[in-house]
């Protein structure tokens, strides 16, 4: 009988998960309710190429049976970008990329260092494997804190992420300080996350190889509009990425997903297209803060980080009723009071605007002396 009580209150207890996950931090982007102007999560805010569109509906029902085939995607993909297939790893979008590397190269007694304010998911997938996470909080410039970052290195520093340009700030860090983070943490490996590269321009993309702690995502969400496939870019010396690659599953990229991004990446003209038409609405964007007294971070992305101060929570809401979607960025580090704005194509950029002076006069809102 005694034994059958002591199965009985096994039975009651759920297994534990590692003392790591039990500390991690939950990621819940504010998902629901989406159907407006979408200027809150950096997407595409208009289409994938129309090529694109074109390649999915040739999906066929015995096309869907077939486990997908990643190798000769990563082909192109690699020659695409003038890299080896070796170096290349395609990824279920840039997140899991960051959790491959973190359960790749992560021990519990490993060092990661990230700056703040920065993107999420960093500190999700690194606190999985260890509980030392140390961030590097950027002053009040929002200045990506090179100096420190670098004082913040030890023997015991295995993980480097560095996001350039950094979200949510807009802010960049050179070709030469992400090398130079490389060289000063020869034990670590380095993650530059070019997931706004096409905004910005500068890249570390042709160091892979030649610096071999090196790795670099890109993502396909951004520019390309293929945020609903999920699918992103991982490059690296060949040695880590095989240690990467022993990690992923096999299937971790969907099929539509590989048969479209070829296509995607051949359309060069839809690419530059699209990236001409932030660029111009960032522009126009930050005049148009500055004319309404709102001050902001100046952006090398597809957003803009505004100050609002007390009245964000106000502001999001009036934007909301106007169906248009922004991302109060207030919970951040050191973003008390900012909003977040992504730009798209001009004719958003010119609804987002209009929305906005409309609700600051709304709420009732002023510039801070
Ligand atoms: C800096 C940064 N890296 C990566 C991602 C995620 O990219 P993906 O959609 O490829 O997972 C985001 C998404 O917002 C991001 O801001």
Redesign the pocket.
Known sequence: MASVAKVESVKNELPQARRAVLAMPEYHPPLAARDALRLD??ENTYAASPKVLKRLKQTTAEGLTKYPEREGVERITAEHFGLRPDQVLLT?????A?HLICAAFLEEDDEAIICTP??F?YEVSARMMTSHLVRVQADESLEFPYERFLAAITPKTKLIIV?SP??PTGAIVSREQMLAICAAAPQAVVLA?E??YHFHGDSVLADVGKVPNLLV?R????AYGL?FL???MLAGNAELMKLVRKVSSPYNVNGIALDCLPVALADGTYLDWYCDQVNTGRARMMDGLRALGIDFFPSHANFVLMKIGAKHTELVKAMRTRGVLLRDRSSDPGCDGFVRITIGIEDHVTQGLAALKESLQEIGWVAAS
Do not use: C, L, Q, W
């Open positions: 999560f950096n279920n979008g840039v997140d899991e960051i920065t993107f998911m996001a950094n979200n996350d997931a706004y995502a993502t396909f969400s951004k945020a999920r699918i992103g």
